[in-house]
């Protein structure tokens, strides 16, 4: 967060997109009325009413506006007050039909839903700051607004267009890259192959379909240009508003998720005053929870510290197959397990369900059954909590362990015409990240070329592309006495998607100490046998790779397959350190107990020694105090040996506190 610009409100925020445009205004009463029962401090407002504030181009109305603005202000609530240029009125298009998204196989998409511009479209800029000036000057210094939100989870529906408009955006962008050398672009990309050499800067173009694949270097260029093109619409808006009102916070919401992909969020932090993030449950994962841990902890990185949490669900969603509820207590463990890993603020989409419109079955704060309902009583509850720990807010997580995050190399991972097809980054992250989770081990994530001297085990589980700065810090690490541990596929390109030559795994061969010179992935279903070192029964999935030691030392190998007696987990010893490769997808339970080793050799300290089934831990440390959040997902409680007060009961804890069933402890540990 920036040392100017920071959210200015006591303890952890609380509250929700709040729509009152949808609804008479006689019920705006009602509304904060029921905010304030249920401890809400800040609502975000605004976000889809361009329509409303400017009906007519150059025309604007913000008596709706005002009228809301002092009424939340009169009532104690603070305002996220949001610019609207995530969903441009239907008079913009009819104006500017030159402004609508083209899809990759070249079909002019319509109106009529949200983000449904071009990114690289002018007439878009123009009319996005023009608006968002008009709510900066009339709302600047205004006592309710605490923070601007600027648009809503760029890139969530429109991260490409592949319009002429952006094709000309895309060249601009890479003649800034390669400094107007077309020959630099050409070697870059490797357009030897295949006959794509360039001769004139317009026959470049964006990856639209074609009857094969695409070029790797060309496709990730554009991922990188799209990323940029959404980043610099929000810089530009942010500068607009920051030209006005200097001093007042401004945000936007990531969408840091299992599933979503489109921007470089390393890239976009910094230019943001406080990181948000929205986060939402899959009903198909049956550990949801350890995504929910594994995005705070990435938001937290990102953030350097405490963020906010700018929307999740209080029950269902409405855009996935099936939209189940959650069960009960599910929606406050979510939500305090988003505040043990650093989030300063919870908040929902939305506050009031929508009786109409496409998110009309979307749970909110107040559901369509109103006060007489267990959301709404569970809601009130979540505000008496986030009131109780309120002196958590500003305290941060302390890791000894990081794991590598890169998009770049995710991007470049999940192009076709891979090894193996079947493989996804988060997949592969996740994997390394749910036995640490069980284990209570704190973790961070870190970029390949991060400091990474205050860390005692740096894990690498996928990092197919890595640049020579990333891969030279990397291997420093392991060499200066840190201990490294690298999953199978990694080091295999360069920055260019260009493969580095001489066996795999390339950039990091060295520092491993093995060589493998070729490669043998598994088709879906197919195991392997692994032995060693490691758990009796232990097999393997998705990869295998014919390693030779080169210094290294074979602490498991194959024991089938094609491979058998081959290497398939090394430890080397490269300087002051230790580097260890995973050449293979071991089963869940061999690479827990694989990281188990890795991280006793480390002198890893999980976050409680004592471990209890199913709760999880977390501990978030301030200058005063710390503070260990308990989390009961298995729903049998139990108790965890600590010391201090726990501070949703207020009640004093000696030696041991219990964890309800399914419920949640914080304890202000005694130093």
């Known amino acids: 967060m920036s040392t100017e610009r920071r959210l200015r409100l006591p303890g ?79 008079w913009f298009f009819r104006a500017h039909p030159q402004a609508l998204p083209v899809d990759r196989d070249g079909r002019t998409l319509s109106y009529g839903s949200r983000q449904t511009f071009c990114p690289s479209s002018p007439a878009y800029r123009t009319a996005a700051l023009r608006i968002a000036r008009a709510l900066a000057e009339r709302y600047a210094d205004h006592p309710a607004v605490a923070m601007w939100h600027i648009h809503n989870e760029y890139g969530c529906h429109n991260a490409a ?133 594994l995005s705070g902890d990435l938001v937290r990185s990102m953030a350097g510290g405490p963020w906010l949490l700018m929307e999740h669900s209080t029950g269902a969603v409405n855009w996935q197959p099936v939209n189940r509820a959650k069960r009960p207590g599910e929606m406050r463990r979510n939500a305090l397990a988003h505040v043990a890993h650093g989030a300063d603020g919870i908040a929902f989409f939305q506050w009031r369900a929508a009786k109409a419109g496409a998110e009309q079955w979307h749970s909110a704060m107040l559901p369509h059954a109103g006060t007489d309902s267990q959301i709404w009583r569970d809601v009130v509850q ?101 201990t ?42 197919e195991t392997l046998s692994l032995t060693g070192a490691i758990p009796a029964d232990a097999t393997a999935t998705a990869w295998s790779e014919r390693v030779r030691l080169e210094g290294a030392e074979a602490v498991a190998s194959y024991a089938d397959g094609p491979l058998q007696g081959v290497p398939a987990v090394t430890r080397h010893s490269p300087g002051d350190g230790t580097a260890w490769y995973v050449a293979t997808r071991p089963d869940s339970e061999t690479l827990a107990a694989l990281l188990a080793r890795i991280c006793d050799e480390a002198g890893v300290e999980p976050v409680v020694a004592t471990p209890v089934k199913g709760i999880e831990a977390v501990r978030r440390t301030g200058p005063d105090a710390d503070y260990l959040f308990l989390i009961d997902h298995g729903g049998i409680g139990g108790e965890v040996p600590t010391d201090g007060v726990e501070l949703l009961t207020g009640k004093d804890v000696s030696g041991w506190v219990t964890v309800p069933a399914g419920g949640v402890a914080v304890v202000r540990e005694t130093r």
């Open 382 to 482: 979540l505000g008496a909590d986030l009131k109780a720990l309120a002196e958590v807010r500003g305290s941060t997580t302390t890791a000894q362990v990081a794991v590598v995050w890169d998009w770049n190399a995710r991007w470049a991972m999940e192009q076709p015409s891979q090894p193996n097809g079947e493989l996804r980054f988060v997949d592969l992250v996740r994997d390394w990240y749910r036995p640490l989770w069980q284990a209570r081990v704190a973790v961070d994530f870190v970029r390949p070329d991060s400091d990474l001297s205050s860390y005692r085990l740096v894990l690498v589980p996928s990092l197919y592309l890595v640049d020579d700065t990333g891969a030279a810090n990397l291997a420093g690490f392991a060499e200066r006495g840190g």
């Open 161 to 293: 267009c592949y319009c002429d408009t952006s094709a000309e955006a895309f060249r601009r962008w890479l003649q800034a890259k390669y400094g107007d050398d077309l020959d630099a672009l050409n070697h870059a990309w490797g357009t030897t192959f295949w006959s794509q050499w360039y001769y004139n800067w317009d026959e470049v173009l964006p990856p639209r379909a074609t009857g094969a694949d695409p070029n790797p270097a060309h496709l990730l260029d554009w991922r990188r240009f799209c990323s940029d093109e959404l980043l610099s619409l929000y810089t530009a808006e942010r500068d607009v508003l920051r030209a006005a009102d200097p001093s007042t916070p401004a945000t936007t919401n990531f969408m840091v998720n299992f599933s979503i992909e489109a921007l470089d969020y390393w890239r976009w932090a910094p230019e943001l005053d406080i990181v948000s993030n929205d986060h939402y449950l899959r009903s198909s994962d049956p550990e949801s929870e350890i995504d929910l841990a």
């Open 12 to 90: 952890i925020a609380y509250g929700g997109d709040y729509n009152p445009e949808q609804w008479p205004e006689e019920v705006w009463a009602e509304d904060m009325r029921l905010m304030r029962e249920a401890g809400v401090t800040m609502v975000n407002v605004g976000i889809f009413s361009w329509a409303l504030l400017e009906p007519a181009e150059g025309q604007f109305d913000f008596s709706r506006t005002d009228r809301l603005l002092k009424l939340l202000h009169d009532n104690g609530i603070a305002a996220d007050l949001a610019t609207p240029t995530a969903a441009p009125p239907a």
């Open 484 to 525: 490294l541990t690298v999953g199978f596929h990694s080091g295999a390109v360069d920055e260019n998607c260009h493969v580095q030559l001489g066996g795999y795994p390339g950039a990091f061969r060295d520092v491993l100490g093995v060589h493998t010179d070729e490669l043998f992935p598994l088709l879906p279903g």
